[in-house]
Each structure stands twice: as structure tokens, then as C-alpha cells.
């Protein structure tokens, strides 16, 4: 390979690598911002996405609805889908089982319901795609291609994220979900209300799915199994450090630049191999993750 | 029943609490006056933290009843114990380790940073800064503001979990063992602050401790507690002349510190 195709790959790669990173760095975010508050993976993450293209699509396409209908009410699904999850059948699982465990299986037993849900519709037997809202006519950022579509799905995954940041950040809201991330008891001593306070952390966790969701439909086939994206998120969330929400952000483009490169350089082939790759190197030189920071041993 | 100025602030009744077969507490009777400071002490394992955390709501009774400022509070969720001027420390810290002193300072007057949506959003609600650094000052931490709880030292991190219950602006405050591991000079502060607590702010204080020296200088009236019952109550004076405290507590252990947990 000369030098200058590899200028090109390279390029291209990174370019590419943002893009499908910016939609893994969206669910490796959600998915870290329930274990910093809950303690639980939501391996039901990927499902929640996939359920949401498909709410999307169904009232887009099927029903013909209006796209400015379309998004809030998929958004809001998404929302209230979630929260209830939490309120409904977290709660009393967490009541009447002391052990994380049984939540986490709770989240599996969430993803085949949705999957089966989306099954029994039909919807999902042939692969579809969602109508892409951005054109799809490429540009050339330096010597790599993109579509305007790639460059709308970066930049509005980037929006989402700030926007995200600075709420838990810099509001009464989020300093209440970092507070309750840290010390529930704490947080309950100063009147942080738990339970509302964790339904509102799941409900935007599901917004954040849909978003990506609805950022990538346009350019992969939509099936039932489409969910399985997020081990790629998990992915990004292990490379990131797992408790970190810029570690997620930064794990997700690194995972996306990775698939790329080796797609490019090495073999499409190839391309699964490398998030597992990443994360064995990463944990081989960084165990806690590269935004996991210092290792400590908890006391007990 | 007694009239309204004589109503205990805070009135326990026959407060029971049983962890399976054990009785922890076995039929605690305690009336706290307003605008007192009212210790509870007692060997280790008397119940004395089982029940502070009845009151604080970390725990719910067997059985009996617990009124505070005319209100049951038996039952009521421990996240609503803010809003009523309830606010405690824990023995064994319980900060957020991550944040600054002044966020978590600032996080005690979660319930004082308003309901509506522009107050939800807002990262430093009007007044409620100035209300952070006051407190600040007065535990003695303004230095630290911007350091990280996890960082400070012991001493000073027990400070911060004052400073953020005060936050609270409560007017019944529950301290559990405030002066455990401090340095005589730190011990000496946190009298001079607990005093002026109630007699400036007119804040009532509960505490669970095991430092005589701070029990018995600024106690208004002592509980003592062994094995779950009480047997004892009074002015420092008279339960330090009680037989059966020499015999159940003082006579085992010595004034200074001793190892709690």
C-alpha cells in the first residue's frame, strides 16, 4: 500500500469512525449513566434502541404521521417506556430481592420482551430502512467522503451529548443524579427523592437510545436483531472506564475509528474482531479504563 | 395531654426495634425539650444508633411512635425528613467522596433550591450560595470550599457532613458520634459550634456519643441507654451520679475516647 492511499484510508477512517462512533458513544452514555446511578448494566440497552427505530417507523411509514410528530412521540415512548420499567418492575424487584443480580437479569428479561414485542408486530421480518431526513449527497471533508447525513448524524449526537453534560454537570437535576450515583443514603438524606430521581435517569437513558436510534436507521437495515449494536456501546463503555460519562463519549469514537481503520486497512472481514481488540488492549495497559481513574479497593 | 409549649419538640414513645429475634430497643420512652441539646449515650451495642436511625427515618419500628413538633413521623420516608428541618450526620461518613466541599455543602440545601422547573435547571439557585459560604465559615472550612471531600481529613470531613446538614436548615439536628476520632482541639471547636447552634439558632440537637468530655459540658439532658432499655436520664450531673450508670457505663469505660463501631 502506498503512502498516499494510506493518507487517504486514514482520513477516511477517522472521518467514518466519528461518525459510527458518535452513535456508540450516544448508547455506551446511556448505558453508563444507569450503572453510575442503578450499579446495573441495562443489557437491555440495545433492545430499547431497536424497539424505538421501530416506533419511528411504524408511525412514519405506516402511519404516515408528520415528522415533527414522529420524533417527540418516539422520544417521549422512549421516555416513559423506560421510567416505568424503573418504577414498575425495578422497584419491586429491588424490594423484594437484596441482590443486584436479579436486576440485571430484570434488564435481560426487558430486552426479549421488546424483541418479542417487535417480532409479533412483522414488522421486523423484513429488514427495512428508515427514510433518511438529511440528504445523502456526499462532501469531501479533506480527502475523505462523507454524506451530509453522517455529517448531520455527528453533529446532532455531539449536540445531544453537551446538552447532556451540562445538565448533569451544571443543574439542581443532575447534581441530584450525580448525588444519588455517589451515596443514595446521602442523597436521600437531603431530600433527593430516589425513586423519581432513578426514573428520570432511566427515561433519558431511553431518550439517548432512540436518539441514536433514530440517527442511525437511515443507514443500516432495521431488523429485530439491530439492537445487538450495543455490544459495541458496552464496548466504548469498557474502553471509556465504565463509570465515566466522558470516558464513555471518547470510548465510543475510539471503537468506531478502530472498526474503520481495520476495515480499511486489514480486512472488513475483520471488523468485528476490533472493539474486542481495543478493549483487550486497553484493559491489558489501562485496567480501570482510560477515564476510569485511579484504581481503589473498596472498603467493607 | 399536655399544652402546646409543653409538648416534647421531638417525643418518642415506647419505641421498640427488633432485627429478628433481637431486641435491639425495647420500649424507649425520650422526650427532647425545643432548643436543647439532649445526648444519648451509653455502652456499645446499647442501641443507641439503631435508634437514631428510627428517628431519621433509616430504620422503621417494631413498634411505638415517634413525634416530632407535633407530627407522627413513624412511617414517613426518610427523603422527607429534610423538608421537615430533620437533618442528621452518619458515624461513619457518608459524603459524595467526588465532589468539592461546597458542592456538598450545597447539595444539603437541595430542598431550599425551589421546585419549579428554572430552580430544577439552575446550578446555583439565588440565595442558597451565600447561605453555603456563611456555613462554611462557621464550621471553620472556607479554606477547603474547593477541595474534594475525599481529600480532607478526617476532622474536616466530619465538619463537612455538619456543614451540609445544616444546609438543610434544619431545626432538629441528629448527630451521631460527631466527636468520634477527633483531635482534642477539633473536639473543643465542635463544642464551641454546637453551642452557639443552639443558642443563636435555636437549633434543637439530638447526639449519640461516646466522648464524655463533650457529653457532659454541653448536654441540656442526658439519655443513657444499656441493652436497649433506657436506664437512666437527667442533667449531666445527675447521671453522673446515677448508680446505675456507674455501674452500666462509666464504671467500664474511661471518659476519654473509646473505639466505636
Known amino acids: 500500500m502506498d503512502l498516499q492511499l494510506a493518507l487517504i484510508f486514514l482520513q477516511q477512517g477517522i472521518a467514518s469512525g466519528l461518525v459510527s462512533g458518535s452513535v456508540y458513544a450516544l448508547l455506551a452514555l446511556a448505558i453508563v449513566i444507569i450503572f453510575k446511578t442503578s450499579d446495573v448494566p441495562n443489557f437491555a440497552q440495545g433492545e430499547v434502541f431497536m424497539a424505538a427505530g421501530y416506533v419511528a417507523l411504524y408511525l412514519f411509514v405506516f402511519q404516515q404521521m408528520p415528522i415533527w410528530v414522529v420524533l417527540p412521540a418516539t422520544l417521549l415512548a422512549a421516555f416513559l417506556a423506560m421510567a416505568l420499567f424503573r418504577r414498575v418492575v425495578l422497584d419491586q424487584v429491588a424490594k423484594s430481592a437484596k441482590d443486584l443480580v436479579y436486576l440485571v437479569i430484570a434488564t435481560l428479561g426487558l430486552s426479549y420482551v421488546l424483541k418479542g414485542l417487535v417480532r409479533r408486530t412483522g414488522f421486523g421480518d423484513t429488514p427495512r430502512s428508515f427514510p433518511a431526513l438529511v440528504p445523502t449527497d456526499s462532501v469531501m471533508i479533506g480527502q475523505a467522503s462523507v454524506t451530509l447525513l453522517d455529517l448531520a448524524i455527528f453533529g446532532t449526537a455531539v449536540a445531544v451529548m453537551a446538552a447532556f453534560f451540562w445538565m448533569f454537570n451544571y443543574t439542581k437535576t443532575g447534581r441530584a443524579m450525580r448525588a444519588v450515583g455517589m451515596n443514595p443514603k446521602a442523597a436521600q438524606l437531603v431530600g433527593v427523592d430516589l425513586r423519581r430521581c432513578h426514573m428520570l435517569i432511566w427515561g433519558l437513558s431511553g431518550v439517548i437510545s432512540a436518539i441514536a436510534a433514530l440517527l442511525i436507521s437511515p443507514k443500516i437495515l432495521m431488523t429485530a436483531d439491530m439492537g445487538s449494536i450495543v455490544m459495541l456501546a458496552f464496548a466504548a463503555a469498557i474502553v471509556g472506564g465504565f463509570s465515566s460519562l466522558p470516558g464513555a463519549v471518547v470510548g465510543g469514537f475510539i471503537i468506531g475509528i478502530v472498526e474503520n481503520m481495520v476495515g480499511l486497512f486489514i480486512s472488513s472481514r475483520a471488523i468485528v474482531l476490533a472493539p474486542f481488540l481495543a478493549i483487550l488492549i486497553v484493559l491489558v495497559l489501562r485496567p480501570q479504563g482510560l477515564f476510569g481513574g485511579k484504581l481503589t479497593i473498596k472498603k467493607v | ?261
Not at chain 2, 474547593?146 to 474536616?156: E, M, S, V, W
Not at chain 2, 454546637?194 to 443558642?199: D, I, V
Request: hydrophobic content about 45%; glycine content about 10%; some cysteine.
Open chain 2, 1 to 261: 395531654m399536655a399544652g402546646e409549649t409543653a409538648a416534647p419538640f421531638l417525643d418518642v414513645v415506647g419505641l421498640t426495634i427488633r432485627f429478628g429475634g433481637l431486641t435491639a430497643v425495647g420500649g424507649l420512652d425520650m422526650e427532647v425539650a425545643k432548643g436543647s441539646i439532649h445526648a444519648l449515650i451509653g455502652p456499645n451495642g446499647a442501641g443507641k444508633s439503631t435508634t437514631f436511625n428510627c428517628i431519621s427515618r433509616f430504620y422503621t419500628p417494631s413498634e411505638g411512635r415517634i413525634t416530632y413538633d407535633g407530627r407522627d413521623i413513624t412511617r414517613m420516608p426518610a427523603r422527607e425528613m429534610a423538608g421537615l428541618g430533620i437533618a442528621r450526620s452518619f458515624q461513619n461518613l457518608e459524603l459524595f467522596a467526588e465532589l468539592t466541599v461546597f458542592e456538598n455543602v450545597l447539595i444539603g440545601a437541595h430542598v431550599h433550591a425551589g421546585r419549579s422547573w428554572r430552580d430544577a435547571i439552575s446550578a446555583r439557585p439565588r440565595g442558597i450560595v451565600e447561605h453555603v459560604e456563611h456555613l462554611l465559615e462557621r464550621t471553620g472550612l472556607s479554606a477547603y470550599a474547593q477541595t474534594k471531600a475525599r481529600n480532607l481529613d478526617f476532622g474536616h470531613q466530619k465538619m463537612v457532613e455538619i456543614a451540609r446538614a445544616l444546609a438543610i436548615r434544619p431545626r432538629l439536628l441528629l448527630l451521631d458520634e460527631p466527636a468520634a476520632g477527633l483531635r482534642n482541639r477539633e473536639i473543643a471547636a465542635l463544642d464551641r459550634l454546637l453551642c452557639e447552634l443552639r443558642e443563636r439558632d435555636g437549633i434543637t440537637i439530638l447526639l449519640v456519643e461516646h466522648v464524655m468530655q463533650l457529653v457532659m459540658s454541653i448536654s441540656d439532658r442526658i439519655t443513657v441507654l444499656s441493652f436497649g432499655t433506657k436506664i437512666a436520664e437527667g442533667t449531666a450531673a445527675e447521671v453522673r451520679a446515677h448508680p446505675a450508670v456507674i455501674e452500666a457505663y462509666l464504671g467500664r469505660e474511661t471518659t476519654q475516647e473509646t473505639p466505636h463501631g
